[in-house]
């Protein structure tokens, strides 16, 4: 009993240890120089012998006129038979998932498609991996204008080989027809969270920089604070400080 005790035991501490070492990895790995030199790492491609890149099912986003198709890739696993035979299995040939005006998966990319055209785009020839896309609907009832925003894992900040939630996820913007693909965050910032304020048809969004350079976001780093005009043209991403305090100004009701 003691000796299943003691494997069990072990066992587990192992589990734990592995778990722990996981969640400790950093986002960012920096070269020997110090520079910031990993926002560039890209991903090679890769051996696609076990994967099948498929594309879903397009979807109309809202009162947009382009079609999109979400590209990703399937997991196909092979055994063999007792005939010896190959036999493949797959439980499901879906990347994406879609509720009102949100994308969400890990996509590698976009195809875009006026609804009235047979020619089809992609969003970009990145390599990039896409976790998810939001069509700002109030906006296009609004101002008949239609956006798109993404959260995006953009470069191999960790240098491990891979793009996913492991590495420094960004926040991208595009118009509806996927035009305009624009990143707003800085390199090597880690995006927090965004929202839209509708009455001043603006973007704010946090993100959160590695100050001190050991390569994991926490107490010791600083959190930025941006907004954009989603009206305008180039969409400039503009610095604020909430904890500034300004003369008070006095307002007429």
Known sequence: MKVRIGLFLGAALLLFAACKQEADKPKVIYKEDGTSAAATETVSDKDRSEDIRIADLPVLMGQSDYLIHPIGEVRVYTYSSKTGM??????????SNYAPFELTGYLENLMFQHKDSLQIRPLTN?????????????LAEKTKKN?????????DTNRDGKLDS???KTLYISNGSGKNFKKLTVDLHELLDWTVIDAQNRLYFRSIEDINKNGAFDKDDNVNYYYIDLLSK????????????NKPIEIEE
Not at 86 to 95: E, F, L
Not at 126 to 138: C, D, E, G, R
Not at 147 to 155: G, N, T
């Open 86 to 95: 190959s036999k493949v299995n797959q439980t499901s040939y879906t990347v």
């Open 126 to 138: 990145k390599k990039i991996q896409i976790q998810s896309v939001t069509y700002l609907n109030p």
């Open 147 to 155: 956006i798109l925003v993404y959260s995006v894992f953009d470069a």
């Open 166 to 168: 492991n590495d420094i």
């Open 234 to 245: 180039d969409w400039e991403v503009k610095s604020y400080d909430p904890f500034s305090v």
